[in-house]
């Protein structure tokens, strides 16, 4: 089940596009029809239209691969391309003459016409993320490194296609013959027959072979030919549009009753970009008779329901077929194709299907409604919505802070107070939009070393070296992001967290980080008093911390230490120890000695904001160092013509009663 949610997720991607497209493709055949012919602007608007809604099948062998990605990436998309193109060049009727050895291309099995549909997108889509999930991180030899990585998705996901077109080469024809003989034999079975297609009809739109079933009933495949008949007033009254009055019902009335049931049924903080969705696609489907839009939005994501849609129409097409009415469409069954064919001498009492449309949005609605409920189905806007194209980055951006997250979320006046959340070595630097909300004992209780407002809308709140972590956390709850990480959930926390405890993200480790992220991160505080005796690191003239010109240092927020106003330019370890996190930007480095003691060497004050420039690391996190290895480099002219101050604090993070002292 967890696969088809994903699937139906994914499948909203290429979905989101298509309402627009129907309805510029209604109107524009709206405004043909009423013109008595084609136009400028009915050409325009429906080549518009056409170019999505003539390459569904091609948009969701795309969107599928992009969606079924373990992580959002172009080549999975280019992959799904190639199996597109692949599949479908392979057994087009042109390709099959050539290959069977036939003398006109109208000798080729009819099925091969027909190889463009939905399902063939669907299977390219899932070919391509699956090749990109498997071979993305390929290497090969060194002769051919060029092709590595992600440069050999699209080579493997060809001849994976290639193994694909061969079975579908088998199988395809098998599929669409049975097809169409099945439909053949419900064509003489009178209202219940009519009923059955509408229901068959419906079940077969996810693979897009409903088409080939169309065909028997619309065409003239079977004698039937329903459609054409009906258009050109060439059939017999009362009989003729039979297999087409039953859509109108679901089409214009009972699906928009499905869609409000899904709006009103999503959670509360999803319920505006549902309510966009919902919408477009409930007016494609009412005003257009494009209902794919809404189908796809929950088929896979809650298949019994669209079972229960598919019984439905069958019935609509089955009463309908019983009652005296009688109406056909030349595009879909929708209010435009209603208002055109109203008039058509084969149309029978066409305001039967309008009173029956009333009683199936009701019907639709409370069915939906209850099933949505009753059973918590995970239709749009509903449950969890993890984004499964980032699964791959959970380890990196450590999202089991959660908890730390939410509560400082809370604390600082819930999401919408936070117009901006960055971080530098050990706080977050934030942007709130109240800052009287700010609640500075919560963000205690939370886990916060401390908290000041410098002023303006700027609030800094102290954690520590995982700061980084938690700021990721907190990106993911603001954008209705849920991450779980289930690696090395078997670790206890003392083998994970003494030592993810002290690791920044992007310096390795991530794995061994996420272990501890599961568990309850507890900081290594003590009040004992201890005194630390450190090599002096950089060259340069004590100072007090009182002295430092930034207010969370210099009160001792941040922890107790000392300062260097720096001549050299070098930092090196003051003391035996382990790197424990290099920030990003080199402005500053984590240290753990060898006794527990956590140390942090801040090159300036609000270097963050130099992005880097005028820093270069000499070491990563992780590497084992002595007293007097260069850790790294730096420019103090370049921070004091940048408007910093070049004043280095070294301050101990896990013991607010030490005494630092350099030698």
């Not at 400028?40 to 992009?66: E, H, K, Q, R, T």
């Not at 998309?77 to 003459?97: D, E, F, K, R």
């Not at 806007?381 to 699964?391: H, M, P, T, Y």
């Amino acid at each position: 089940m967890k696969f088809f949610q994903r699937l139906g997720r994914s499948i909203m991607l290429p979905v989101a596009v298509l309402p627009v497209a129907a309805i510029l493709s209604g109107i524009s055949y709206w405004i043909s029809s009423a013109a008595g012919g084609a136009n400028i602007v009915s050409a325009f608007l429906g080549a518009a239209g056409g170019a999505l809604l003539d390459n569904m099948p091609l948009l969701f062998a795309v969107g599928i691969s992009i969606g079924m990605a373990n992580k959002t990436d172009g080549t999975s998309a280019l992959a799904g391309l190639v199996s597109w193109l692949t599949i479908t060049t392979l057994l087009s009727p042109a390709t099959m003459q050539n290959l069977l050895g036939l003398d006109d291309v109208a000798d080729v099995n009819p099925a091969f016409g027909k190889v463009q549909n939905v399902f063939v997108g669907i299977l390219a889509g899932l070919i391509g993320a699956w090749c990109y999930n498997k071979f993305k991180d390929t290497k090969l030899p060194d002769a051919l490194s060029f092709f590595s990585g992600k440069r050999s998705v699209a080579i493997l996901t060809a001849g994976v296609s290639l193994v694909a077109a061969v079975v579908l080469m088998f199988v395809w024809p098998v599929v669409y013959g049975a097809l169409v003989t099945f439909g053949e034999w419900i064509s003489t079975m009178g209202p219940f027959g009519a009923g059955l297609y509408g229901f068959m009809n419906r079940l077969l739109i996810p693979t897009g072979l409903h088409h080939a079933l169309n065909s028997v009933f619309w065409f003239d495949v079977a004698g039937i030919n329903d459609l054409v008949n009906f258009l050109n007033g060439t059939g017999t009254y009362g009989v003729t549009g039979q297999y087409m009055a039953g859509f109108f019902p679901i089409m214009m009335f009972g699906l928009p009753g499905a869609a409000l049931a899904m709006y009103l049924t999503a959670d509360s903080k999803r319920k505006k970009v549902t309510y966009g969705i919902m919408l477009s696609a409930a007016i494609a489907s009412f005003f257009v008779g494009v209902t794919e839009p809404l189908e796809f939005s929950f088929m896979f994501v809650a298949p019994w329901l669209y079972l229960i849609h598919a019984v439905f129409t069958g019935i609509s097409v089955m009463v309908a077929a019983m009652l005296p009415t009688r109406l056909g469409f030349g595009f879909s069954a929708g209010f435009i194709d209603m208002v055109l064919q109203w008039t058509n001498p084969m149309t029978q009492n066409p305001w039967i299907l309008l009173l029956l449309g009333v009683g199936w949005f009701f019907i639709y609605f409370g069915t939906f409604y209850f099933l949505i409920k009753r059973f918590n189905l995970k239709t749009p806007g509903r449950g969890d919505e993890l984004d499964e194209q980032d699964a791959d980055n959970v380890g990196t951006s450590l999202t089991g802070y959660h908890g730390t997250a939410e509560k400082f979320i809370a604390a600082l006046g819930g999401k919408d107070n936070i117009m901006d959340v960055d971080n530098c070595a050990t706080r977050l630097r934030m942007e709130i939009a109240d800052t009287s909300k700010v609640d500075e004992h919560a963000l205690k209780r939370a886990g916060a070393a401390g908290t000041i407002k410098p002023g303006g809308h700027s609030v800094q709140v102290v954690y520590g070296l995982n700061v980084q972590f938690v700021k990721d956390a907190m990106e993911d709850i603001i954008n209705d992001r849920t991450e779980r990480i289930e690696a090395f959930r078997g670790a206890s926390a003392a083998e994970t967290g003494a030592v993810a405890g002290m690791l920044a993200p992007g310096v390795g480790g991530a794995a061994i980080a996420a272990g501890a992220a599961i568990e309850q991160h507890e900081r290594a505080a003590t009040d004992t008093p201890a005194i630390v005796r450190l090599r002096q690191p950089v060259a340069g003239t004590v100072v007090p911390l009182s002295e430092v010109p930034d207010p969370m240092f210099a009160q001792g927020t941040m922890g107790p230490g000392t300062a260097i106003d720096p001549t050299g330019d070098t930092i090196v370890a003051p003391a035996d120890a382990t790197v424990a996190s290099v920030f990003p930007t080199g402005h500053a480095i984590g240290l753990a000695l060898a006794d527990g003691t956590e140390l942090l060497i801040h090159v300036g004050i609000d270097t963050v904001d130099m992005k880097g420039d005028g820093f270069e690391t000499l070491v990563k996190a992780g590497d084992i160092v002595t007293a007097g290895t260069p850790l790294l480099r730096f420019d103090a002219a370049k921070i004091r013509a940048a408007g910093h101050s070049a004043v280095t604090p070294i301050i101990v993070l896990n013991n607010e009663s030490a005494t630092v002292e350099l030698t």
